[in-house]
């Protein structure tokens, strides 16, 4: 028996559901996603398992979850198409069913599954195989539909269209053979090439949603700098994100080597190369694989940002006595990608994130320039970046990286990183200790001063706040000493 039969039915999750679909008569076949990845012998820690049936796919769903007492959801009624989610043990997996696709041109006037195989996206998703057939089988080619040479191109690495038609039929589809591409390391053929700049117009038309996540499929993936590389070479990253447009092209000062455009890809470039130089340090992975939302992670949201933190500068760009400036573009930077996440639906979580990076990617630099940098700089840098102090340290070692022009010093980016470097440590250290307990709040301060509730409580309690981290205020005297004198300068405005 070859390894590939062998790891079938070694499966525990296929063995479960090969007995529930055994009970009924209808055709059944494993197709999508995980037949490629078993001739590409990827080992994956989370199942998710597609059939074609022949009929009655919800029908039959509905049942095998009420038999297993599992989840079930109608993901569409038209196309019949369900999902079971199966939880034991800590363990889960969904198990999607649904009804052959298209008509088969049988006097019959039926469906097959030669007919739902031709209307998937690429040869590599065009894989069946016959789990009923599978107990009495002795070899993969037993149970194996492959009438669109699948197993060639999953070994080639090929990424190809099923038909002329399957990216026109779907145009989503164009997106997600860049993220097949990202994701196994695959190339796309010529002729599937030309077929993307052909209908690349039509992608727009595909729900938001579905843009985002084969987009962050791409961006946590290893592989987003080429593959960005490749969408704009085609033009699709110009569909997608068309705001990028006007950063082609747009100089910049002595201290740049590259265009804005240019330098954003070149910002994506190297944050990806400083993650895999960052990888011995595991309070930075832990926090580049948190996940923001959904499948989003960390990792992925801040390669965007790296692509899109210099979006404002086409806008911002002045000359002031020969000398070209950018004054305010992380302000006007953070409202464009503002629009570029409520376009591709972000989560509100991604979306605050995106704002504090975009809007502070600068700040590195300036506390990198001081020559004393203080407790109450560092403090203040915390205080600002909040939970986004991390990605906008990294982000900005990335910057500096992508920056090469005449006027740069390899001694002051050093120093740059070293200070990068040692706040992100130093935002783990303090993230692990016990915050500090607060000297005084709003009520004490309106009782001692006989203040009445507003803004001044706030910017009051902010300040002796500061004070106490940076070791300048230690008890609760000292505390209503620095209110009485910062109250009192307050009054003498």
Known sequence: MDAILKEIKANPYLKLITRQLNKYPQ????????????????????????????????????????????GFVVLDKEHGSCRIVYKRSGLSCN??????????????????????????????????????????????????????????????????????????????????????????????????????????????????ERVSEELFKILNSKKAFDTFKAMDDSGVLDEIIPEIKPMRKVSQGPYHHLDVYRHCFEALKQIERLFEELKRYKDIQLFLDRIISGTHTKRALLKFSAFLHDIGKPVSKERIKDKVCFHGHERTGRNIVRGIAERLRLSNDERNSL????????????????????????????????????????????????????????????????????????????????????????????AEFKLEPGPLIGKLLAAVDEAQAVGDVRDKAQAFALAKKLLKKERDK
Not at 392 to 399: C, F, G, K, R
């Open 27 to 70: 055709e059944s076949y494993l197709v999508g996603g995980y037949p490629r990845d078993l001739f590409l012998k990827r080992k994956k820690e989370v199942f998710d398992f597609d059939f074609a049936l022949s009929a009655n796919a919800i029908k039959i769903g509905r049942e095998i979850a009420k038999s297993l007492k599992s």
């Open 95 to 208: 198990f999607d069913f649904t009804d052959f696709r298209g008509l088969a041109a049988s006097a019959m006037g039926g469906r097959d599954i030669f007919t739902d195989l031709s209307l998937r996206d690429f040869t590599i998703n065009s894989l069946g195989l016959d789990l009923k057939a599978s107990g009495k089988a002795k070899n993969i080619k037993d149970i194996l539909i492959d009438n669109h040479k699948a197993v060639r191109d999953i070994k080639n690495r090929i990424i190809r269209v099923v038909s002329d038609s399957s990216l026109s039929d779907d145009p989503l589809r164009i997106l997600r053979a860049y993220s097949l591409s990202a994701v196994l390391d695959f190339r796309i053929e010529p002729k599937t090439k030309i077929l993307i700049k052909k209908y690349k117009n039509k992608i727009i038309t595909s729900a938001y």
């Open 355 to 446: 704002d504090k990076i975009i809007f502070w990617h600068l700040r590195p630099g300036y506390l990198a320039d001081l020559k004393d940098l203080s407790r109450r700089a560092v403090y203040r840098y915390f205080r600002d970046t909040q939970n986004e102090a991390v990605s906008v340290l990294l982000l900005s070692i990335a910057d500096q990286r992508s920056t090469r022009g005449p006027l740069t010093r390899g001694a002051n980016r050093k120093h740059h990183e070293d200070v990068c470097l040692a706040l992100a440590k130093d935002f783990f250290r303090k993230s692990k200790e016990e915050k500090l307990t607060k000297l005084i709040d709003g009520d004490d301060l309106m």
